[in-house]
């Protein structure tokens, strides 16, 4: 079989090396009950690289591909022009199949990446520190909750109405077991967020705040007028971003007052994926770092006095602080943040600005010729690439029907928000740089015919 | 030999041992020193072109960025040299053994890559009307399929994003079982070997952590854990073959002692490499177990992630496992998320992430597994088992097998630092490894054993690297036991010495700060 190299003399010789009769008794410890003497029935034998090729590629066809429709879903992941020689770079063997950090000696590879991703990450976020990466933007968001627990003794955390559901929803599951209390809210639909709520309800007992930037509807939040009640009540204000080509067209949440910035990296080098795996960001002030989640790369010199990176501050992790650690986070998402800093050191900050330019351009143009149709209502008045549009019936249903007339048209509030009545024909469509004038025409023809 | 009218002519120069010359570059020949992108001269700016943007009023609310982000930019050949020079700083498994205990480093298919790549799993968004889906669906329908054959377990939760994410999962599973009894419990007993995910997964899920301890024969000592049971014992997380490459033989008499007081049983699946095609974890009575797909099913490292850790529960505790997970309902599949979940799986603890899990993990592991079938994964345990104790014998001799007398290991062997001399270490040994060509072995893990040595080399390497690592292990630990000073220089080959990690963390510096970084090279 291709990827075992051992040979059948190898074995024997091998057994005879260890004092086995056969493989058999090197698995004397397992219970003779347990012990199955033959491989396991109802599953296919060993194929040829060819075999699978076909089987899996089968599967593959049966899926609507994002780049070969017109293609408007955002909501978290987000469809965006990947130069060709990230993958390339990111499939260099010493970096696909290295392992985390431990041996500095011979991972510096690793570590320099590390190191330059996580002062990337903080100066977009407008932060101090940022940290190697997360599974993703909710379990970051929720980690970010945990730590602002820790550091403020508080319990109760606001959620602001325009937080990414699945956010929420982790948020939530988390909470029960921890005994968090959350204050959670369904977003309206319309152009003020809930930032109101948001300032009423900050009190002596909140930990934090957390507020998505632009949120799910792609509205853009005042997050400077929340920062300061925060700080005053001596709560901290957690930001949400998780649309990071939107920090090259809006101010950071640090620069507004954030404490803690964390949000979804998959816009930048990692593709849909449909759903995974993502990059988790996380950045913070300086003064949180001992409490905060996940590896550190910090700079450090070896015994020659060269300068060299090393993985720090592990006395916050699980292998040496176990039950007492920030988190239980081990395996993070390496290979994603090696992905995200190529493409960030690719575009820079002038490629940065003209993509962020072109997809809020896009995006304007295409929110005009949406609301040219009757009966669609435009529902933002900020938004950076991504808006909401109200129809004058229930989006979900229409947004299965442009699936069948080869348009995938967008993300219905009754998928996001099952039950929420007064969200039904509520439509979130995102435009980015991938999109043609051709994919808005297609759009406003095939949504004009489903909506007559 | 004639000259050609250059007056070029072949000559061998001097063969004797160079002084460390230094060069001009501080470069050595291959092994080249690389700036951080902040620190380079010439910064083209970017490396991407754009065509403009269509001039258009802003609807940015009045937030449009006013400050520069500072984030340098280099055109497509400055990035790829940037990136290609740095990934030859690092050991990877495409350039030998790595033999990390308990991290199943075994070669990453480049099979799974192509399917990984292919459009429609890789371009497709996870909130698309699940009709426009179903190859998708599919596919992580058959993985569960498989992941609940190979484990004789009842179902599957795909959505974890890794082993730790997994070990969460299940004991949030069985806290919500305990807690529907109306038997909520307090404590997890923990080997006091095991990975530390364990205790710091058991005490975010709000348990109190208490040490199971071991047997002279280096496993869970059933009296013990018998005495202990109780009724504030929600469960035990035990990883099996445990952390000291031993096969717990009392497993299914822990599980049953453990249920008949009421509690539950995790296992930590991290060492299923010793196990897959020869024992189902379900059939030693365990009530759930994460998988760590990077691990025993190949999808790659990547230094340091992404990983996927779906997990596998028993009966009892399928009704409280997390969304969404994909269902087959006639010919189609579908996602049951929190809408539908109400009126079939209602006692679902809840939702662990975004989405649905790591289906870039999924297609690898489903290419590796067809690749392999049921037939080549019985093989691969076999292999990594033999492999592993191939390394136990070959080594006893020179380095102390705490267990090596009582019996075979599964798919790690394990030495410790007894006998080393002149007051060298493990560390030591690791560092002088390094310069045979070779990534250190898992160190001072398990705790339970002193300067603990943990090998696993899988069953991806032949005899061949088997017997060359062996050679130069054999040679750094004989230097070990003879007290040779020379291991404390160790690594000298390296592209850095020994890193200073008080100094790091002292004055931790996380980000590249210009100011800082122009003090400190003066």
């Keep these: 079989m291709r990827y075992l190299p051992l040979a059948d003399s190898d074995r024997q010789e091998m057994l005879r090396a260890v004092g086995a009769r056969s493989v058999d008794d090197l698995f004397v410890d397992v219970p003779e009950a347990a012990r199955l003497s033959g491989k396991i029935e109802g599953l296919a034998d060993h194929a040829s690289e060819m075999s699978v090729e076909r089987q899996l ?23 965006h022009h990947i130069p060709a020689s990230v993958d390339h770079l990111i499939q260099r063997g010493e970096f696909l199949t290295s392992y985390t950090p431990y041996q500095p000696e011979i991972a510096q590879g690793t570590l320099q990446v590390l190191f330059e991703f996580q002062t990337q990450v903080a100066r977009l976020y407008g932060c101090d520190v940022a940290n190697a990466s997360m599974y993703d933007g909710s379990t970051a968001c929720w980690e970010a909750i945990a730590m602002a627990r820790r550091i403020t003794k508080r319990g109760k955390a606001i959620l602001s109405a325009g937080l990414h559901p699945h956010y929420v929803s982790v948020a939530q599951t988390m909470a029960r077991f921890t005994g968090d209390l959350l204050d959670v809210a369904l977003p309206e639909l319309s152009a003020e967020t809930d930032i109101d709520r948001l300032l009423a309800s900050i009190d002596a007992e909140t930990s934090c705040v957390v507020v998505q930037y632009p949120d799910i509807f792609g509205r853009i939040p005042d997050l400077s007028v929340i920062a300061d009640k925060a700080h005053a009540a001596g709560a901290l204000l957690v930001a949400v971003v998780t649309e990071t080509v939107a920090l090259g067209a809006i101010r950071s949440p640090g620069e507004m007052g954030a ?24 950045a913070c002030k300086e003064k949180f770092v001992r409490q905060m989640p996940g590896r550190l790369c910090g700079e450090t010199v070896d015994a020659e006095g060269k300068r060299g990176f090393v993985l720090t501050l592990s006395t916050r992790e699980q292998h040496i602080r176990r039950e007492k650690a920030t988190s239980n986070i081990c395996t993070n998402s390496g290979l994603c943040a090696l992905a995200f800093s190529i493409h960030m050191t690719l575009l820079g900050e002038e490629g940065l600005r003209q993509m962020a330019a072109i997809n809020h351009a896009r995006a304007v143009q295409a929110a005009d010729r949406l609301t040219q149709l009757p009966g669609v209502e435009l529902v933002n008045d900020s938004f950076f690439n991504e808006f909401t549009v109200r129809l004058p019936k229930e989006a979900r ?56 | 030999m004639s000259m050609n009218a250059s007056g070029w002519k072949p000559e061998m120069g001097s063969g004797e041992k160079a002084e460390q010359v230094e060069t001009f570059t501080g470069n050595r020949a291959l092994m080249l020193e690389e700036p951080l992108i902040f620190e380079m001269e010439e910064e083209a700016g970017t490396g991407v072109d754009f065509a403009p943007a269509a001039k258009v009023q802003s609807r940015l609310g009045g937030f449009e960025r006013n400050k520069p982000i500072n984030l340098p930019g280099l055109s497509e050949p400055q990035a790829v040299r940037h990136y290609t020079r740095l990934s030859r700083q690092n050991y990877a498994i495409d350039l030998g053994l790595f033999p990390l205990g308990s991290c199943t480093m075994k070669h990453n298919p480049r099979l799974n890559e192509k399917v990984a790549r292919m459009p429609g799993f890789a371009d497709i968004h996870p909130l698309q009307p699940v009709d426009t889906v179903q190859g998708a669906l599919q596919l992580v329908a058959n993985l569960g399929e498989w992941l609940i054959k190979l484990t004789g377990m009842h179902s599957v939760a795909m959505s974890p994003k890794a082993g730790a994410h997994g070990e969460l999962c299940g004991l949030l599973a069985i806290r919500s079982a305990l807690e529907a009894r109306g038997d909520a419990r307090q404590v997890i007993l923990v080997p006091e070997s095991a990975h530390g995910t364990n205790p710091a997964t058991a005490a975010f899920a709000g348990y109190r952590v208490e040490n199971i301890p071991a047997n002279e024969r280096g496993r869970v000592d059933l009296d013990a854990l018998k005495a202990r049971l109780g009724p504030d014992v929600a469960g035990v997380m035990i990883t099996n073959p445990n952390t000291c490459g031993l096969f717990e033989p009392d497993m299914t008499e822990i599980s049953k002692a453990v249920h008949e007081a009421g509690g539950l049983v995790y296992c930590d699946g991290a060492n299923f490499n010793a196990i897959v095609g020869r024992v189902r974890p379900g059939d030693l009575g365990i009530d759930a177990m994460h998988i760590n797909l990077h691990k025993t099913f190949s999808t790659p490292h990547g230094g340091g992630g992404p990983g996927s850790g779906p997990v596998v529960f028993s009966e009892a505790l399928t009704p409280f496992a997390p969304l969404p997970f994909v269902e087959q309902q006639g010919e189609r599949f579908v996602l049951i998320e929190e809408e539908t979940a109400e009126e079939h799986h209602s006692q679902n603890f809840g939702r662990m992430t975004a989405f649905h899990g790591q289906m870039g993990m999924f297609t690898r592991a489903m290419s590796y597994i067809l690749s392999h079938g049921a037939d080549g ?44 001399g002149g007051g060298l270490s493990t560390l030591d040994l690791a560092k ?40 130069a292990l054999r040679s750094v630990a004989q230097r070990a036991k003879a007290g040779d000073e020379s ?20 004055k931790p510096v996380l980000v590249y700060k210009e100011a800082v970084q122009a003090q400190a090279a003066e």
């Design chain 1, 57 to 79: 590629g089968a599967l593959a066809r049966e899926n609507i591909v994002a780049g070969e429709v017109p293609f408007f879903l955002g909501c978290g992941a987000y469809k």
């Design chain 2, 432 to 471: 002088a490894l390094i310069d045979e060509g070779y990534h250190p072995m898992t160190m001072y893990f398990p705790l339970v054993v002193h300067g603990a040595m943990l090998i696993e080399p899988t069953e991806t390497e032949s005899k061949a690297t088997l017997d060359q690592f062996i050679g």
């Design chain 1, 397 to 452: 249903p229409v947004v299965r029907a442009l699936a069948d007339r080869g348009v995938l048209g967008g993300v219905s509030l009754g998928r996001l928000y099952p039950g929420a009545e007064a969200l039904q024909n509520g439509l979130v469509v995102a435009v980015t740089e991938v999109v043609t004038d051709e994919d808005i025409e297609a759009l406003a023809t095939a949504l004009q015919e489903v909506l007559a």
């Design chain 2, 487 to 506: 291991l404390k220089a160790a690594p000298i080959h390296a592209p850095r010495r020994r890193l200073d990690e008080t100094q790091a963390a002292r």
């Design chain 1, 259 to 282: 404490d803690i910035v964390v949000g979804e990296g998959q816009s930048i080098g990692v593709g849909l994926n449909f759903g995974g795996p993502y990059v988790g960001l996380f």
């Design chain 2, 377 to 420: 994964l019985r093989q691969v345990s076999e292999d990594a088992v033999l492999n592993a104790n191939y390394i136990l014998r070959e080594l006893e001799d020179v380095l102390d097998a705490p267990f090596g007398a009582s019996g075979p290991c599964m798919h790690e062997a394990l030495f410790s630092d007894k006998g080393f």
